[in-house]
C-alpha cells in the first residue's frame, strides 16, 4: 500500500513537472496553436501522394545506415597490404578505403547487410524522386504557386545524383575508379581550363592521392546537409501552400478535403515508414549489389569489362558513347566536343528545361491563377506527351549505356547497334510524343462518348423488329464530377503579322499546346457549376 502511494505520487509528480515545462514553452513559443493548427492539416488520400514520402524514408534509411558505416569506413588512399578474411584478396596492394570495405563487408558485424541496405535505399532515394517529380510534372502540381517548389525538387534531385556518386566512388575498386577516370576526362574536357579544374579537384594530376577524402566528406557532411536543409523547407511549404488533390464531389480549387494529419494520416505515414525499413531490409539481405570483392582494387592503367555505373548516371555513359569523335584546335588548346557536348552540356540543358518549365508554361498560357487541383494527364495531351517523349529520350540513353553487353549477348555488331541508338534518339522522342498526344485525345473522346452515352452494362436487347443494341446507364456522379471539372486554358488570340516576333511565337506556341482538345457535353448550368469549382483561390468571392 505504501509503495502504491509512493508510485503514484511520483507519478503526479512527473505529470505535474511535464505540464509545467509545457506551460513555460508554450508561453515563449507558440506550441500549441502551431500544434493545433498542423494536427488539424487536412491531407488528400490518394496513392501517389505517397511517393514523395518513399524518398523521405529513403533518405532516412540512408542517414541511419551512413552513419552506421562511417564509424568503419577509412577514406585513405594509403597503400596498405589487406591481410582480412576473404582469402581471394590476402597479399594484395591496395588503398585503405578499399581495405576498410573489405572489412565492412566481412569482418564488421552486420556490416554487408548495412552497407547493401545503404546501396539499394540510394537507388530507391533517386527512383522516387524521380518518379515523383513526374507525378508532379503530369498533374501540373508545378503551378502556381507552387513554382519555388518545384525548383526546391529539381534542385533535390540534382542534390541525389551528386550524392549517389560520391557514395559510389568511396569504395576505391576497379569499378568506382573507372567511373571516376571518366569523370576526370569530363572536367578536363571543359574549353580552356579543364586541366587546372581537373588539377583542382584531384590535388594534382590523376588519380592523386586527396579525391577519396574530398568525396568522403562531400558525401557524409556537405550534400546530405544540403538535402536535409531543403527536405525542411520543401514540406514546410507543402504545409504552407497546402496540397494539391484530384477533382471529386466537394473538392474544388478553393479548399483541400483529406483526413487530418492526426491520428490518421500519421498513422499510414509510420506504417509506410515501416515498411520502406523492412523491404529495404530484405533487399539488402537476399539481393547483392556491389560486391567490390569481385572487382578487385582500382588500378589507374585497368579497366573490367561490363563496366556500368548506376542507373540514375547511366544517361551520361550512353551519352559518351553515342557521340561522334569530334575535337578542335584553337590556340593550342584541345576542345573534346565528344566528352564536353554529351558529359556536360546536355545535362545542364536538361536541368535547365526543368528549373524553368513551370515558368514557360506559364508564358505561353498567360495563367497567373493559382491552381490546387491536379490536372489529368489526358486533359493536357501536349504536356503529357512532351514528359512521355522525354522518359524514351533518357531511356534510350540509359540503354546505349550498355550497348556493350547488348552486343555481347544478342551477337549484334557493336557499330550497327550504335548507329541505330544514334536515329532512335532522336526519332524515338518524336514518336513517343505524337503517339502519347494522339492517345490521350482518344481517351477524351471516350470521355465524352461516356457522358453522351453512358457506361455499357454488358447486356445487349432486341427490338421486335430485329435489331441488336447494347444497353448503357448513366455515368454515376462521382466519375462525372471527375470528367467534367476540369481547368483548360483557352489559345492565345493571334496578335497580327504586325505584333513583335516574341508575342507571335507566343501565340503559335499556346494554339500547339491547347488547340486540340475534346470539349464535353456540359449544359450552361454545369458550365457556371464547373467554374465555380475551378475558381481562383485569390479572387474576390462575387456579390450577391
Not at 569523335?325 to 573534346?336: D, E, K, N, R, S
Request: glycine share 8%.
Amino acid at each position: 500500500m505504501l509503495f502504491r502511494e509512493r508510485r503514484a505520487r511520483i507519478r503526479g509528480q512527473r505529470r505535474q513537472a511535464a505540464v509545467s515545462s509545457y506551460a513555460a514553452m508554450d508561453r515563449r513559443a507558440p506550441l500549441s496553436e502551431l500544434g493545433k493548427e498542423l494536427m488539424r492539416k487536412a491531407f488528400p488520400d490518394h496513392w501517389s501522394f505517397l511517393l514523395g514520402e518513399i524518398a523521405l524514408y529513403s533518405f532516412l534509411v540512408l542517414l541511419v545506415t551512413g552513419s552506421y558505416l562511417a564509424l568503419f569506413f577509412d577514406p585513405g588512399l594509403t597503400e596498405t597490404v589487406y591481410t582480412g578474411s576473404y582469402e581471394p584478396l590476402q597479399g594484395i596492394r591496395m588503398s585503405t578505403a578499399y581495405a576498410s570495405t573489405l572489412e565492412i563487408s566481412f569482418d564488421v558485424r552486420g556490416g554487408l547487410l548495412i552497407r547493401q541496405m545503404h546501396h539499394w535505399s540510394a537507388l530507391v532515394f533517386v527512383a522516387a524522386i524521380a518518379v515523383h517529380m513526374l507525378r508532379i510534372f503530369f498533374t501540373g502540381a508545378f503551378r502556381r504557386p507552387r513554382e519555388m517548389n518545384w525548383m526546391i525538387g529539381v534542385t533535390l534531385f540534382l542534390l541525389a545524383l551528386l550524392e549517389g556518386f560520391a557514395g559510389y566512388s568511396l569504395p576505391d575498386d576497379l569499378l568506382s575508379g573507372t567511373g571516376l577516370r571518366t569523370s576526370d576526362s569530363i572536367v578536363k574536357s571543359v574549353p580552356f581550363v579543364g586541366t587546372y579544374l581537373s588539377f583542382f579537384i584531384w590535388d594534382g594530376a590523376y588519380p592523386g592521392d586527396a579525391i577519396i577524402r574530398r568525396l568522403y566528406i562531400l558525401h557524409v557532411l556537405f550534400v546530405p546537409g544540403a538535402i536535409l536543409a531543403l527536405i525542411v523547407v520543401h514540406l514546410l511549404m507543402v504545409v504552407y501552400l497546402k496540397h494539391t488533390q484530384w477533382s471529386a464531389p466537394g473538392k474544388t480549387n478553393r479548399n483541400v478535403v483529406g483526413p487530418p494529419l492526426f491520428p490518421h494520416y500519421t498513422a499510414k505515414s509510420v506504417g509506410l515508414l515501416m515498411a520502406v525499413f523492412g523491404v529495404t531490409a530484405v533487399m539488402g539481405a537476399t539481393a547483392q549489389i556491389n560486391p567490390v570483392w569481385n572487382y578487385g582494387p582500382y588500378r589507374p592503367d585497368q579497366i573490367s569489362t561490363d563496366v556500368q555505373p548506376d542507373w540514375y548516371v547511366g544517361f551520361l555513359e550512353g551519352a559518351l558513347r553515342l557521340m561522334p569523335p569530334l575535337q578542335t584546335t584553337v590556340a593550342g588548346h584541345t576542345i573534346m566536343w565528344n566528352v564536353f557536348l554529351p558529359a556536360l552540356v546536355l545535362p545542364a540543358l536538361l536541368f535547365l528545361v526543368l528549373y524553368t518549365y513551370p515558368y514557360f508554361e506559364r508564358w505561353i498560357t498567360g495563367d497567373l491563377m493559382e491552381h490546387h487541383l491536379c490536372d489529368r494527364p489526358r486533359d493536357r495531351p501536349t504536356r503529357t506527351g512532351l514528359g512521355v517523349a522525354a522518359i524514351v529520350f533518357y531511356a534510350v540513353l540509359l540503354a546505349a549505356g550498355g550497348n556493350d553487353v547488348i552486343s555481347l549477348v544478342f551477337y549484334i555488331p557493336l557499330e550497327g547497334l550504335i548507329w541505330f541508338f544514334r536515329v532512335t534518339l532522336i526519332v524515338g522522342p518524336v514518336i513517343a510524343f505524337v503517339v502519347t498526344k494522339r492517345i490521350c485525345l482518344a481517351l477524351q473522346s471516350h470521355d465524352r462518348r461516356l457522358l453522351e452515352e453512358g457506361e455499357e452494362t454488358g447486356l445487349v436487347s432486341q427490338s421486335p423488329y430485329g435489331a441488336i443494341s447494347e444497353t448503357h446507364e448513366p455515368v454515376d456522379a462521382k466519375r462525372r464530377y471527375r470528367l467534367l471539372v476540369r481547368a483548360l486554358p483557352e489559345p492565345l488570340a493571334h496578335p497580327g503579322p504586325s505584333a513583335p516576333r516574341r508575342h507571335r511565337l507566343r501565340a503559335r506556341l499556346s494554339a500547339w499546346f491547347y488547340r486540340e482538345r475534346v470539349d464535353m457535353p456540359t449544359t450552361p448550368e454545369e458550365r457556371l457549376q464547373i467554374s465555380g469549382k475551378t475558381l481562383d483561390p485569390t479572387a474576390a468571392p462575387e456579390k450577391e
